[in-house]
């Protein structure tokens, strides 16, 4: 395993407030997230689970409130998996991320989660400062409105500054795609079906 999956704040906290979980880019979420922890688990990689939190602010992110939790739909954690909590946006400042990562020889991650420019872009950027070979597939991370941009268009200006600089841009269908093996060859070169 050189591989970790982080799945950064795809937690309740964000549906306790609708109004703002109405105008998410993909309020369904869960679903491709939850696409590439099957992908992780079947490959034998490490999947983190972190949740955003605030305690002591009375908020939906504070811990006391009973929100900062993985959204329902999501496959939940098996035994083993860490699930961290972490008070900046990025996943590393405030847990012990990095220390676990290195124990488990982890050298490449995969980045997914809410809030596309934020937590994840900022965990992203300092992945890559710190020496792992980043993928983010786009389409497992969501975010809303912001600064009179679309949620669209926050995500496409994410990709921007990511691309090629601190991440590799992918989906979930390319992750899957390269999961699976490639068919068998004919000696002349033709694939085979099976």
Same mark, same amino acid.
């Given at each position: ?91 590393? *400042? =405030? &847990? #012990?991320?990095?220390?676990? @990562?290195?124990?488990?020889? %982890?050298? /490449?991650?995969? !980045?997914?989660?809410? +809030? ?24 497992? *991370? =969501? &975010? #809303?409105?912001?600064?009179? @941009?679309?949620?669209?268009? %926050?995500? /496409?200006?994410? !990709?921007?500054?990511? +691309? ?31």
């Amino acid at each position: 395993m050189n591989r970790a999956l982080l799945v950064i704040d795809v937690q309740e906290s964000f549906r306790a407030r609708p109004d703002s979980w109405a105008t998410l880019a993909d309020p369904d979420i869960a679903g491709p997230v939850t696409r590439l922890v099957r992908l992780a688990r079947t490959a034998g990689d490490l999947v983190v689970w972190v949740l955003h939190t605030e305690p002591g602010s009375g908020g939906v992110f504070d811990p006391e409130q009973g929100q900062v939790r993985l959204l329902a739909e999501l496959d939940q954690p098996l035994p083993g998996e860490p699930v961290l909590y972490k008070t900046s946006h990025n996943a590393f *400042t =405030t &847990t #012990n991320l990095q220390q676990l @990562l290195t124990n488990a020889g %982890v050298t /490449e991650l995969v !980045v997914s989660g809410i +809030r596309t420019e934020q937590c994840v872009e900022t965990t992203t950027r300092l992945g890559s400062d710190l020496g792992y070979r980043v993928s983010f597939p786009v389409d497992a *991370t =969501t &975010t #809303n409105p912001v600064g009179g @941009l679309s949620a669209e268009a %926050v995500v /496409e200006r994410t !990709v921007a500054v990511l +691309r090629d600089r601190f991440a590799r841009i992918t989906t979930v269908a390319e992750l899957e795609a390269e999961s699976d093996p490639p068919a068998p060859q004919q000696p002349d070169g033709e694939r085979t079906t099976a």
